[in-house]
């Protein structure tokens, strides 16, 4: 909320709410953005809560486009948003590469379901501090220090998610691609 509230000019958001865990009733909040000149909304949600957040949207009519945050995309948000959810725009880390789909078509059997994309964000990171760890090691530096600037000097690591890359603050860059929920469902997004 902080860096996303930092990273944008005065005037451009026209609120922003945030809310307890366990915040059940956010109509309040939602009729405040009903009222204002606001043109869109960002929904920076997990599924439990997004799920109330957009069907007391609909229960209000507010009809702003809708935009989320990933974790949305789960079965379950869409089973029980139901036709709230519809139209909503997300980013979305993907398993598109060969890479990613050699891992996801091995994991499928395994996990008796695709895997989510945390298990290949885990699998990614676990193969990333494993270098780093040898490289530090190799020069008998086997610090957190060493363990950092490793990491943020990471550059076009080819894991299961895409080209990763860390940049100087240690957050890491993936390939995302732009999705939507169309008659109940979680497909890319087109103009």
Do not use: W
């Not at 993936?174 to 497909?187: E, H, S």
Request: proline share 4%; hydrophobic share 40%; glycine share 6%.
């Amino acid at each position: 909320f902080d860096a996303f509230e930092k990273n944008f000019k005065k005037g451009v958001i026209e609120i922003f709410s945030a809310y307890s865990p366990a915040q059940r009733d956010f109509k309040t909040e939602l009729s405040k953005i009903k009222q204002s000149k606001a043109k869109a909304i960002l929904l920076i949600s997990y599924g439990p809560d997004a799920e109330i957040i957009v069907k007391q949207l609909k229960e209000l009519g507010v009809k702003l486009p809708l935009f989320a945050a990933e974790p949305i995309e789960q079965n379950d948000f869409i089973k029980n948003s139901g036709e709230a959810a519809e139209n909503i725009i997300y980013l979305k880390a993907m398993l598109s590469g060969a890479k990613g789909l050699e891992f996801a078509e091995k994991m499928e059997p395994l996990l008796g379901r695709y895997p989510e994309i945390n298990i290949a964000r885990a699998y990614d990171l676990l193969h990333v501090a494993v270098k780093a760890l040898k490289e530090c090691d190799s020069i008998n530096t086997l610090t957190g220090k060493c363990i950092q600037n490793k990491l943020f000097k990471t550059q076009n690591f080819q894991g299961v998610l895409g080209n990763i890359s860390f940049d100087n603050k240690g957050d890491v860059n993936i390939p995302y691609a732009l999705k939507t929920i169309k008659q109940g469902k979680f497909v890319a997004y087109e103009k």
